[in-house]
């Protein structure tokens, strides 16, 4: 290649640097959201899996490619940022509304509402014959990631950033509404703030490479558990430890099947959820 | 200076705080005791922007806080409910250094590194400044909070029911700090208290609460006798001296 393999430089920039990239921003967006979910949620187990954000924008994402096929991808973009949003928001309205804020009522709340919208797509995609078309759409693959393909992705790098220039403000939301106006912070605000951000992050991330799950929830939870819950320094580490546990996966759903390709979805999911019960064991009787 | 004007907190048709008017000013300890659901702790709250009122104003330095905006009385009062001493996981130095948050949005300066080491040493927390919250006792955890209140550094600390869920070496601490605070560093605390001995003991001026009104403001010795205490407790009670101050012997009945 160093010689001038002009195939073998192709295909590293039209394919493997490409695919880099987007894992190591895709799994740094989705640590940094669950990260920040928990903690303006003030509730361990709330992430994007678990507030129907992703959900949401999956359904954002069926109707665009339902209802308007020719659009170009940034307007499919825009429709899946803006159900994420709104399912967010239904979130945190019936958040609002919960009498009892248990640590496992919230995020089941969250799975419910979840439940709804991915029922509200699996219909669509039923009625119009695309069922299996869904099923790739909503686990996430990097397979497809090539040169041209991939760019959208810078966006949730810059929202990643603007998450970060607000972490010492969303530590202090998270300690609740009292704690933040006593300090002179508009809490409301904040969270809408934080909550906006994540989302849109999120729903990005659906749309170029599908649903990446559990590790918005696992990646958070270990890092906080031994650094911290002060944003400000535990936000780049989980921005790293994201992406590095996406390269692992993406690795992984290489090598499993070689010369196959299964979607690291696949692989996250059996990951992520073996460490997420350890973590639910360990941490039984002192979560929160 | 806080200065209450005809506050009135209502839910439905229950009245539960009326309080024409209160002006407390000055440095020293003034102490809100009732029975339960007297209304002290709602116009605490309230006089720290943390609950709007049905009418009425408080006024603190003059700015009325329902309108003001939030991060100028941030420098000028500061509240803190025992619901919000909570086991995160943040080390005592982080939690203080949010006390200087409405100065310094978050990127502190020489000053506010300062103060918040002042802070620290005040609540004699210097060697658990690193320690982490979730892995400290609830007297230190309170402690720790209280220091970030020292960090804000405002001239009204406001205080509710700080003593719940100590011990009483930890609560005759607590106490001995909130004393320093007014004597000290020259801060006009108001206190919620449950136990009215400790009241009686420490505080300067005692504003006694029920049924959401103002029954009895003064010092403790015109405050605890007691016709007054019938008045507030409903409890017919002995009391002796101790020090010079009013000791009520409540639980000889």
Known sequence: MLRGDDLALDLLTTSRIPRTIAIILAGSAMAVAGLTMQTLTRNRFVAPDTAGTLDAATLGLVLGAL???????YLRMVITVLFALAGTGLFLVLLQRLQFRDIVVVPLMGLMLG????????????????????????????????????????????????TYWFAERFTIAGMGRE??????????????????????SSAVVVVVVGEIPLLGLVVPNIVTLAFGDRLRRVLPIAAISGAILLLLADIGSRTVRHPYEIPVGVILGVVGGCAFLGLLLRTRGRVG | MIDVRSLVKRYGDTTVLDCPELTIDGAGVTALVGANGAGKSTLLTIAGRLLEPTSGTVLIDGHDVSTAPSRQLAARVAILRQENVLAVRLT??????????????????????????????????????????????????QRAFIAAVVAQDTDHVLLDEPLNN??????????????????????TV?????????????????????????????TPNEVVVASTMRDVFGLDVEITEHRGRPVVLHFVA
Do not use: C
């Open chain 1, 67 to 73: 209802y308007v096929p020719s659009a170009p991808i």
């Open chain 1, 115 to 162: 439940a709804v919208f991915n029922a509200a797509s699996v219909f669509l995609a039923y009625r119009a014959g695309l069922l299996q078309t869904l099923v790739t759409w909503i686990s996430g693959d990097f397979s497809g990631t090539l040169r041209g393909r991939y760019e959208l992705l810078y966006i949730v790098a810059a929202l990643t950033i603007l």
């Open chain 1, 179 to 200: 704690f933040a106006v006593n300090l002179g912070l508009d809490h409301s605000r904040t969270v809408l703030i934080g909550m906006g951000l994540v989302a849109s």
């Open chain 2, 92 to 141: 005592v130095r982080e939690l203080v250094e949010f006390g200087r948050f409405p100065y310094s949005q978050g990127r502190l300066t020489d000053e506010d590194h300062h103060l918040v080491d002042r802070a620290l040493m005040t609540l004699d927390l210097h060697e658990f400044a690193p320690r982490r919250l979730d892995e400290l006792s609830g007297g230190q955890r």
């Open chain 2, 166 to 187: 100590l011990d009483l070496r930890h609560a005759a601490q607590s106490m001995a700090m909130i004393r320093r605070l007014a004597d000290d560093f020259g801060k």
């Open chain 2, 190 to 218: 108001v206190v919620v208290l449950h136990d009215i001995n400790v009241a009686a003991h420490h505080a300067d001026r005692i504003v006694a609460m029920r049924d959401g009104r103002i029954v009895a403001d003064g």
